[in-house]
């Protein structure tokens, strides 16, 4: 069995669990966005990945009050 791998930030595009670890939002959290369409995300195969400068984005974006 393969060993689990620290998330790589400069990775454009992570599993759900690794885009949880590097924003400090929950898993769950995670996930409910993404099968709701509020969190950019691609489907490879069975797995999602978030595309994290576009959700990083977001998030500067929703935790300034919009203004850029």
Known sequence: MAR?????PAAPY??????AELT????YYIRNGVK???IPAIRMGRDWRV???VF???LEAASTGGQA
């Open 51 to 53: 595309n994290m400068p």
């Open 4 to 8: 689990p791998r620290k998330p790589d």
């Open 56 to 58: 990083l984005a977001q």
């Open 24 to 27: 400090g939002l929950s898993l």
């Open 14 to 19: 992570q599993p759900l669990r690794a885009a």
């Open 36 to 38: 709701a369409g509020t």
